[in-house]
């Protein structure tokens, strides 16, 4: 299914990558980090922040086809072996412009990459906290469909809990699927304004 994502104020549209092939490992070995985003030699790459835990950070990389995927920047010091459970791992890679880069130039403490890099599938969704109307702000709408999906999904997500030591509400995804694909259904906006019928299942993404 393809979607719009927003790479820092410019729409593009992506599809998942459903692999990476060789000239994805040439860009990812040669990835560097400017303190915000990661950047790679081909300037049609696009990257995208996603969040940061206590062991690494997420960013969505676009190639110059439109495919995207995701690249989990560890910190090994504290990493714990949070698992994309029920998804792809497209493969491990080290990353020498990566190692010894703080997440936060400005931090004392904190993520500090040590140049393991894992590129695993993208999912498009959001976190188990909140389901909103339109991805591009609040809504009064949020409440109401975040209330009704954790009302139909929420038997699945009890399981996850009694499974898994740590699971919250953002590492869990509400994951929004194509309107023919199994999941609960759901009207929503999309960035470009439009409303679209889709179906919404879990994925979590960071469990131990």
């Known amino acids: 299914m393809a979607v719009l994502v927003d790479f820092d104020g410019e729409l593009l549209e992506v599809v998942a990558a459903g692999g990476l092939a060789a000239a994805h490992t040439a ?36 190639d110059g086809d439109g495919r995207m995927f995701v690249l989990e920047v560890i910190d090994e010091r504290t ?6 459970v029920g998804g792809a791992y497209f493969g491990d890679h080290r990353v ?8 936060s130039a400005r931090a004392t403490v904190g993520l500090r990459f040590t140049g393991l890099v894992k590129a695993r599938q993208w999912v498009h969704g959001h976190e188990w906290a909140r389901f909103p109307w339109r991805p591009d702000r609040r809504s009064r709408l949020d409440g109401l469909l975040t209330g009704y999906l954790r009302l139909v999904l929420g038997g699945r997500y009890e399981r996850y809990r009694r499974r898994y030591s740590d699971v919250h509400e953002r590492n869990v995804m509400f994951e929004v699927r194509p309107a023919g694909a199994k999941g609960a259904p759901v ?18 993404i960071d469990l131990r």
């Open 27 to 62: 860009q990812i070995r040669q990835a560097v980090y400017d303190g915000r985003l990661l950047r790679f030699p081909d300037p049609a790459w696009r990257c995208a922040y996603l969040g940061a835990g206590e062991e690494k950070a997420c960013f969505g990389v676009r």
């Open 187 to 204: 009207l929503a906006r999309d960035l470009s304004g439009r409303i679209r019928l889709v179906r919404v299942g879990l994925q979590p």
């Open 96 to 103: 020498p412009g990566l190692a010894g880069v703080p997440k």
């Open 79 to 84: 990493y714990l072996n949070g698992r994309f």
